[in-house]
């Protein structure tokens, strides 16, 4: 393979994503308490509702001025579903964003992802990212890769998409689109460029479409996709 600049995927790729907590609930109830006062106005399965459907509507606005593939400002969403929270300040309704994604998933760092960003990186290796992500990605981000002898910001700034940065998301052409002409402007060509990514959808097809090499996180044979450790055989 031999790439020059290697793009990934988040979570399933460089974090597993694993079940909720089997507290969820208590947690739930136990977090309003702390940041909100008083009893939970909702549970958490009718707040996971309210905001699945403010997503819906958003969705539905951004589609109907022709974004296909439409990221939504959660930190709007919850205020819609929990106007409680406008009480808070902003650091702190992060705090309450971050605390309530880790009840609806589990994560920690992708088994062998580590040492390979190391080995790319000390190579000279451009590494990036391209994320349907919130603002809470990037703190499970650097709370998972804490102790494993990788770091976030080896990704470089300008060569990390995320989502929740521009209002649409993946497999939207534009975020390819937009990463390859930064990688022009450094003299990397499309097919010095490696997306790592678990799904074919999101990560795989748009990336080919582009012109770049892919690798299949977790699946395939061996060539084309596998697990990190095969990967890191061959480039």
Avoid at 33 to 43: P, W
Avoid at 159 to 183: E, I, N, T
Wanted: a negative charge.
């Amino acid at each position: 393979m031999n790439p020059r600049a290697v793009i990934c995927d988040v979570y399933r790729t460089i974090l597993d994503v694993g079940p909720a907590p089997a507290d969820a609930e208590a947690q739930w109830e136990a977090l309003w308490r702390e940041r909100l006062g008083g009893n939970a106005r909702l549970t958490l399965g009718e707040f996971r509702v309210a905001t699945e459907e403010a997503v819906a509507r958003e969705h539905a606005a951004a589609r109907a001025v022709g974004i296909a593939f439409p990221e939504v400002d959660w930190a709007g969403i919850v205020r819609e579903a929990v106007p409680e929270v406008t009480t808070l300040n902003v650091a702190e309704q992060a705090e309450f964003a971050f605390r309530h994604a880790a009840l609806g998933h589990t994560v920690r760092a992708m088994a062998g992802a580590a040492p390979v960003l190391r080995a790319l990186r000390e190579r000279g290796v451009v590494l990036g990212i391209a994320s349907n992500a919130q603002p809470y990605t990037l703190r499970e981000l650097d709370e998972s890769l804490a102790g494993t002898g990788a770091e976030r910001t080896w990704f470089e700034p300008a060569l990390c998409f995320w989502s929740f940065d521009h209002g649409y998301s993946k497999p939207d052409p534009r975020v390819f689109r937009v990463l390859a002409a930064r990688l022009r402007a450094r003299g990397i060509a499309p097919g010095e460029t490696l997306m790592v990514g678990d799904r074919a959808d999101n990560d795989i097809a748009p990336a080919c479409a582009q012109g770049w090499q892919t690798w299949r996180l977790g699946e395939g044979d061996g060539v084309s996709g596998g697990d990190w450790a095969r990967l890191a055989a061959l480039v």
